[in-house]
T-cell receptor, first 122, second 113 residues
Framework: GAVVSQHPSRVICKSGTSVKIECRSLDFQATTMFWYRQFPKKSLMLMATSNEGSKATYEQGVEKDKFLINHASLTLSTLTVTSAHPEDSSFYIC??????????????????FGPGTRLTVL | GQQVMQIPQYQHVQEGEDFTTYCNSSTTLSNIQWYKQRPGGHPVFLIQLVKSGEVKKQKRLTFQFGEAKKNSSLHITATQTTDVGTYFCAGSSRGGGADGLTFGKGTHLIIQP
């Protein structure tokens, strides 16, 4: 199946620093990737949609200047948490859209999730 | 905006008993997806349902999509300890993976041997 990786898996940083998280689709190209965050024992909340070669689309309530997203290639999207604060501590998970088709028809179109990055801001 | 509600939040069962989690959307969905997340892990895709009234089976797991495409259920027959985890439904108003998903709060399945 399709594989999505994330790096780093865990990061601890001081308040005020910036942290970059990478999301890679390893065996397929993804024009669209999504970033979610998950608080302990809670559900996933969509933060933004990352489109290759264009600006990300942010969900209501998510600060675009705080969470910078760059989708520079068909296999890589990055999320940078700028000037991190303790309340930014969370589990950040990306997913990548995998579409397969034949003869102009879409056969499958689904999302595959990365393993997540646990961010702790001291 | 779109809301997806999932019940129950927690379910304790004895090993061998059946388990069901239910999902309801405030709006009509294009498709619904189900994920399983083990403790400390990330969501793993289980299945996607697209058609009204669709029923799909994966071994002991049965997934249903309602006729109105606003509700769904996951039923596990004869649970095993390996079924432990949180089961999330996630809905999309557009086709396939085009949209970010709206997740339900999840149902935590706890199995007592």
């Amino acid at each position: 199946g399709a594989v999505v990786s994330q790096h780093p898996s865990r990061v601890i940083c001081k308040s005020g620093t910036s942290v970059k998280i990478e999301c890679r689709s390893l065996d397929f190209q993804a024009t669209t990737m999504f970033w979610y965050r998950q608080f302990p024992k809670k559900s996933l909340m969509l933060m933004a949609t990352s489109n290759e070669g264009s600006k990300a689309t942010y969900e209501q309530g998510v600060e675009k200047d705080k969470f910078l997203i760059n989708h520079a290639s068909l296999t890589l999207s990055t999320l940078t948490v700028t000037s991190a604060h303790p309340e930014d501590s969370s589990f950040y998970i990306c997913s990548a859209r995998d579409q397969t088709g034949s003869g102009g028809r879409t056969i499958t179109d689904t999302q595959y999730f990365g393993p997540g990055t646990r961010l702790t801001v001291l | 905006g779109q809301q997806v509600m999932q019940i129950p939040q927690y379910q304790h069962v004895q090993e061998g008993e059946d388990f069901t989690t239910y999902c309801n959307s405030s709006t009509t969905l294009s498709n619904i997806q189900w994920y399983k997340q083990r403790p400390g892990g990330h969501p793993v895709f289980l299945i996607q349902l697209v058609k009204s009234g669709e029923v799909k089976k994966q071994k002991r797991l049965t997934f249903q999509f309602g006729e109105a495409k606003k509700n769904s259920s996951l039923h596990i027959t004869a649970t095993q300890t390996t079924d432990v985890g949180t089961y999330f439904c996630a809905g999309s108003s557009r086709g396939g993976g085009a949209d970010g998903l709206t997740f339900g709060k999840g149902t935590h399945l706890i199995i007592q041997p």
